[in-house]
DNA sequence: AAGTGGTCTAGACCACTTT
DNA sequence: AAGTGGTCTAGACCACTTC
């Protein structure tokens, strides 16, 4: 990336008022972001402020891999100085992609590239924590590790083929030697190839940071959906838990850059001594 | 509420090593920002930015009823000249309390305080949603309203005295005809004088819209602890299901300005065609 | 001392709403 | 036309980190 592409107005109006323009205009160096076509007919194509260019721009560069977690990318000057831009709009656009933890200021360091290898945001994505004590990070068991073919409801959430390959993974989670969490996941084939037991457990940490640094894939956001359910015989055997014990069947589909889905899961939790924590504001 | 009493600066350094001022300096006239210099000893009592003492001095106004949910506030400007500071800090205090939802913009208009009575605004703190077709406000229905001692859990919860007087509600909400949620709740009888089975029939839409008009008690923000159960004859009854079916069990504590509880809830949420619906970001 | 992000200001113009 | 919030710029200084 060297030169910015940016286009600098915040209204069609402008534009074609001020002359007969197209409808897009390049700054010094280049041709227009957001320029949706030189078209002559415009029906309504709703431009964005430049710091919404600036914000797209960056995260390209994120999703390009440009800048790897955990890296530090160019200062707010460099970055203006590229765009084409004055500091105050690129801070503008790195204020709101830090605000949706993409990115992670440091004063006086620089501005870093979020990462799942840090015990900052451990808990964003463990929303389990126990009725008593403070939390802290399950001891991990994996059950089974396979590869599939995806049946039709799991495609349709990942955005996949009926019959592409996934990789199947179930896990128990304890706290405190007690199992409380069975988790199943469903991963895309074509993402996670050669993801085995073995490299599984050999992992320490968190699942996203092995996601991240082994197969390049940044989870950044997930989307939940929480039932209540009664453990079977197989689920009941796993936890260590009588058949017909409640538990919250929490369902979560996970995104990457450029809302892509990368992960399926379906978790089931022992609410006997945990509870599932939510923040309403 | 007339002259701005803020405090220009952002260390404790600035004050302490300027002159022997007390700890808080007024502004007549916008003395000069951050007057830097050497300290002689830095306790580090934590200053505040600007901007966040002008936040803390609009919120002082929400709370105190001096602009009520749903009214206009004064402009950016006026609150600029009010406070002594430039119109862009003023904007930046209102940007956070923006993104805390305790003030909406809207361009062209002004700033408004937010309030219950709003469609936008009606689902963020129902989160129950169905699993096909798009999410509609249940019907309510009061079962029980009754004036009562408050345990030590309730009272321990609500940060008042075990003993002291509790509103107790016990209502079913319906979606379609179909009881799904059976709510108990318990609010601090100091604030919730008067409040009857009939009140809360007569009022139509959500019941933090009636707290915020009929007791002056606006809610901002909850915390959520979900757990799975079973229901017991009672429950099962009330939501006509059979004994022992799995439920989601969510116990609720909403606050006020100035992280005051004053509602504590538990909900029974039946899962066969909704969820619990969460964003993890 | 130099470089980074954080705060504050002042001024310009745009977009939207109301008068 | 006037007033509001929204965007963009330019410059200053502060706080923090590193050299």
Redesign the interface.
Known sequence: MVGGFVVKLQSMNSIISTANNPTVVPTASGAGVGASSASSLNASPTFSPLYQQIKALITQSLQSGEWKPGELIPSEMELASRFKVSQGTVRKAIDELS???LVVRRQGKGTFVATHHEARSQF??L?LAPDEGVPHYPENRIIEVKRMRAPAEVARLLDIKSGDSVVFIRRVQSFSGVPTILDDLWLPGSIFKGLTVERLNEYKGPMYGLFETEFGTHM???????????ADEAVASLLGVGV?M???NV??VSFTYGDKPVELRRGL?L?LNH???????
């Open positions: 605000a949706e933890n964003r994505f929303r950044i956001r997930a989307s939940e959906q929480i039932r209540a359910v009664c017909g409640p538990l919250l369902e979560r939790y609410t509870h599932y924590r939510n923040e309403l504001s």
